[in-house]
């Protein structure tokens, strides 16, 4: 299973980027999708995730009310649409595919329950 990732850039505070995650293999269609970020110096840290019907989402607190995550299983892609952008949300952001648990009741926003990673798009944000 190969995740692409795409979309980072640099912009400046209060604009607006989409991230796309491209999954190759129907897997995709049953697992749950995230987003992690990782800034240098800190740890992987959970940003958000969906579940396959796309009606069961989770965020951060950190990004909450900003970011808005979505999936088109036609196209094997999943999205993460991020307004109101600050100079802290810089990071290479990761998309990851969680295939163990997606019939949970719950999310997992610990990125050692996603067993595929993407290699990581690079998003900076200038004050």
């Known amino acids: 299973v190969q995740l692409q990732a795409s979309g980072g850039g640099l912009v400046q505070a209060g604009d607006s980027l989409r991230l796309s995650c491209v999954v190759s293999?129907?897997?995709?269609?049953?697992?749950?999708m995230g987003w992690f970020r990782q800034a240098p110096g800190n740890d992987r840290e959970f940003v958000a995730a969906?579940?396959?019907?796309?009606?069961?989402?989770r965020y951060s607190d950190s990004v909450k009310g900003r970011f808005t995550i979505s999936r088109d299983n036609a196209k094997n892609t999943v999205y993460l649409q991020m307004s109101s952008l600050k100079p802290e949300d810089t990071a290479v952001y990761f998309c990851?595919?969680?295939?163990?648990?997606?019939?949970?009741?719950?999310?997992?926003?610990?990125?050692?329950?996603?067993?595929?990673w993407g290699q990581g798009t690079q998003v900076t944000v200038s004050s």
């Open positions: 990851a595919a969680d295939t163990v648990h997606a019939r949970s009741q719950s999310i997992a926003t610990s990125s050692s329950a996603y067993d595929y």
């Open positions: 969906i579940k396959r019907s796309g009606g069961f989402t």
């Open positions: 293999e129907r897997t995709f269609d049953t697992s749950i």
